[in-house]
């Protein structure tokens, strides 16, 4: 299908010609058809997604909104619209494109629901606010395309299930609209597909995926340090990650949490002799630090940036020739969006090396050198729709226009998550939204939808839409507080006047549960620097700049990623075949040899259960290797049993790699003398009554409750001019949820809980799946001592988090004394 001639013009002046998967997608739009693109990074995915769009708008030029783009991240819009303005207007083209996101003026937005631009670029969450307003139908009416990008970090999330949602009222409002998806991984691209055609059934949805480019250049930092035996900092890295950084142009270092962020910011600044320019990016710094350390990175004025997954998608930084994997990646299909951050061009190879922070990441790091090297991908398959989202998107319909329920009820089936939701679940879910269900129903607050005499419900007053809108939205954090920097220790609180300081720049947010561990005067990292706590009052926390030395670091809440099941059969593989051991550091190796010598290796089709004594206390470490998630849930259904058994349980940690027990009673004697079965203790069923007995005492579902009950539009945290205290959220869900859980056990809600707390917090499916793999295939090895590959978790109890210097030589002390106590020798100590 040939391209305008304008455009045309336009790639032969740049000395380019359009790739094959580009014309594809052309041919596929003006065919009718709605597509999913699926090509590497580099590949020119976002200028196949609008190529349609600019050739339309030159041969059709119309007026209103022609081209919806959406995307997982607001920085990505922005990165977006400066890329897309650079053809518009090299071409000389009257195509307004604007932005729209939380950091968008207000004025602006409002602008754009009666004069929208020809092309909107938008998350997810701003297209919901967009429909709950009375002028989407006339807005959206214009609507041609949609372009989803990075699809793949969308639909398998609660996100997700409010974008298909949102697709499908669009296809309503716009009947003739068509779907370009693009992604650049995925495992699964027919589900995919799938996603994107259930809104319009009767239209043809296609899938084209371009040919892969260069294969990327992968190493693993090969450290003369001691690799750590637990932790995830990284800091014995320092000196060598400087020098990889001044022998780059640009480098980008990926870490799992912003609190790691922080920490390995710090560290490279101090070592920093060279004073080369490095920044830091992530979630909680103020949106004004972000986009100045974007423009930076645009224009190649900084050497480094240590960033989390705020850059993981689409953005488009050419001169970025090396990518830092800082600990290990959890998994292949996020490497390789990772990875594809780093020269960005089809026909180059991007460069990436891996710097674990401990020794078994040493090995999940070759796992996933292994998986990268052959393309295998572990993405996650969408997920199917929530009830609290439901919830959320039938309020809103509402506060656009009164609904009929039978024909909104069919515009949700044609929601990819959705398709299967009975009658009888959407009635009681409106229900639910228009008396708060049959416990609730008694209380007017909850009754925010009134049935009109033609049957249609709409909105009971309009204070219930304005609320609405301020509290839209998936992504529940923790209970967030400005970070106020004042001058000096200037901090008072007067009697009306609330607190009074000299300054006031906001540095950034931060989890509300953070502050209370602070008394004045403590310091911690933020925002790449050290500041001391001064005071709180309402929603925010004042600062002010300190000199003082072992600041605390951050912990935030989120961002922790589990370790991918492809990644973990990997490591399972590794430890199994000692032949594959001459590719790993000779530490390493050492470490692994020591333990086949005292105890044994773990095996791929069972799993290793050592129990040993140590001290007063008796211990039983297990090897599931099946991420952090589904090792507390197993922990915690486990003590049960030890506690029926007189094994006298006292604690447990996990790790992504290993669970370990201790207690009062001889887990050892227990198992020899069949007073304990290993099989019964592992056996599936404690995913029955075992699982529901500590659910119904567990704080995990109330907290689970609690933001179901915050995206359901049951507990709202903003109000105008005002927002809930963390304290006050709890106490209010805490309320309601013994409310629920008495008198209406299957509350909407309930259900949506449970739904959660299996799938999300507890991973109950991937443990289900791992109990029944091992089942009659657990090997126990009883020991005098501790063994070599239980150091690392042992480590893990009790471990009080001191930044630093000091806390890496107390851990290395540490692991010393008990590889030391494991072989017991001090030469096999140092040996490893």
Not at 239 to 250: C, D
Not at 472 to 480: A, L, N, R, S, V
Not at 725 to 735: K, W
């Amino acid at each position: 299908m040939p391209l305008h001639p304008q455009i045309e013009d336009w790639f032969a002046g740049r000395g380019w010609s359009p790739r094959q998967h580009q014309r594809d997608v052309l041919a596929a739009t003006q065919a009718g058809q709605s597509v999913l693109l699926i090509a590497p990074t580099g590949a020119g995915k976002t200028l196949a997604g609008f190529l349609p769009t600019i050739d339309d708008l030159i041969t059709n030029p119309v007026k209103g909104l022609h081209t919806l783009y959406l995307s997982p991240l607001k920085a990505l819009a922005v990165d977006v619209q400066r890329n897309l303005m650079t053809p518009i207007e090299e071409m000389g083209l009257p195509i307004r494109v604007e932005a729209r996101t939380g950091d968008t003026p207000a004025s602006r937005r409002q602008r754009q629901r009666v004069d929208p631009p020809g092309i909107l670029l938008t998350t997810p969450e701003q297209l919901a606010l967009l429909l709950s307003h009375p002028e989407a139908k006339t807005l959206f009416g214009s609507l041609r395309r949609i372009v989803l990008d990075e699809l793949h970090a969308l639909v398998t999330s609660k996100r997700g299930e409010l974008l298909s949602l949102g697709l499908a009222r669009l296809t309503t409002l716009a009947p003739d609209l068509r779907i370009t998806a693009l992604s650049a991984t995925v495992a699964r691209p027919d589900l995919l597909r799938d996603w994107i055609a259930a809104p319009q059934p009767d239209a043809k949805a296609v899938l084209l995926q371009a040919p892969g480019g260069a294969k990327p250049e992968l190493s693993i930092l090969r450290s003369e340090a001691r690799v750590p035996w637990s932790g995830h900092s990284s800091l014995y890295a320092i000196p060598e990650l400087y020098e990889v950084i001044k022998q780059h142009r640009t480098t980008l270092l990926f870490v799992n949490t912003r609190s790691q962020a922080e920490m390995l910011f710090q560290e490279l600044w101090q070592a920093n002799d060279e004073m080369i320019p490095i920044a830091m990016h992530h979630g909680s710094l103020a949106v004004e630090q972000r986009r100045k350390v974007e423009a930076a990175m645009a224009d190649g004025r900084l050497r480094a940036v240590v960033c989390t997954s705020t850059l993981d998608l689409g953005i488009d930084w050419g001169d970025v020739d090396l990518v830092v994997q800082i600990g290990a990646p959890k998994g292949a299909s996020r490497m390789l969006q990772r990875i594809g951050r780093a020269n960005h061009r089809l026909d180059d190879p991007s460069k990436a090396l891996f710097v674990p922070s401990n020794r078994f990441e040493v090995l999940e790091c070759e796992a996933a050198l292994e998986a990268v090297e052959r393309g295998a991908q572990d993405s996650e398959d969408p997920v199917s729709g929530g009830l609290d989202v439901l919830a959320q998107h039938v309020l809103g319909t509402a506060c656009a226009a009164p609904f009929d329920p039978v024909a909104l009820h069919a515009e949700v089936l044609r929601a990819w998550p959705y398709r299967e939701l009975s009658w009888e679940q959407f009635e009681r879910v409106v229900d639910f939204v228009a008396t708060g269900g049959y416990a609730l129903r008694a209380y007017e607050r909850y009754a925010k939808l009134k049935k009109t005499t033609e049957g249609l419900f709409r909105v009971a007053n309009p204070q219930i839409a304005q609320q609405y809108r301020l509290n839209i939205g998936t992504i529940i954090e923790e209970p967030m507080v400005k970070v106020r920097l004042v001058r000096g220790r200037g901090f008072t609180k007067g009697a009306n006047t609330g607190p009074i300081g000299r300054g006031g720049r906001v540095l950034g947010e931060m989890e509300e549960y953070f502050f209370n561990t602070l008394t004045r005067g403590d310091t911690f990292l933020f925002g790449s620097e050290i500041v001391a706590y001064e005071g709180m009052h309402e929603t925010e926390a004042y600062v002010s700049r300190s000199q003082g030395k072992d600041p605390k670091i951050p912990s935030y809440m989120g961002g922790k990623f589990p370790l991918s099941t492809y990644l973990a059969d990997g490591v399972r593989h590794l430890l199994a075949h000692p032949e594959d051991w001459d590719q790993l550091p000779d530490q390493v190796a050492d470490w692994l040899r020591l333990q086949r010598d005292a105890s044994m290796l773990p095996q791929q089709d069972s799993l290793l259960v050592e129990t040993f004594p140590r001290g007063t206390q008796n211990y039983l470490v297990c090897y599931p290797f099946e991420g952090r998630l589904a090792h507390q849930t197993l922990g915690m259904l486990v003590t049960r049993r030890l506690e029926r058994a007189r094994a006298r349980p006292l604690g447990f940690v996990a790790s992504d790699y290993a669970l370990a027990i201790w207690g009062l009673g001889d887990m050892s004697a227990l198992i020899r003398t069949g007073r304990l079965s290993l099989d019964d203790l592992f056996d599936e069923d404690m995913l029955g009554d075992d699982l529901e007995a500590w659910l119904d005492e567990s704080q995990l579902m109330r907290r689970t409750f609690r933001n179901c009950a915050i995206i359901a539009g049951l507990i709202e945290r903003r109000h105008p001019g005002k927002e809930k205290t963390g304290r006050q959220i709890t106490v209010s869900s805490d309320i309601i949820y013994d409310v629920l859980y008495q008198h209406e056990p299957d509350h909407i809600l309930i259900q949506a809980t449970r739904r959660d707390a299996a799938r999300g917090l507890l991973d109950i499916g991937r443990l289900g799946q791992m109990l029944a793999r091992i089942r009659q295939h657990i090997v126990h090895k009883p020991l005098d001592r501790i063994s070599p590959l239980a150091v690392p978790i042992l480590l893990d109890i009790g471990k009080v988090p001191v930044p630093g210097e000091a806390r890496e030589s107390a851990m290395a002390d540490a692991a010393e004394e008990l590889i030391r106590e494991a072989m017991g020798t001090k030469e096999d100590a140092r040996r490893t």
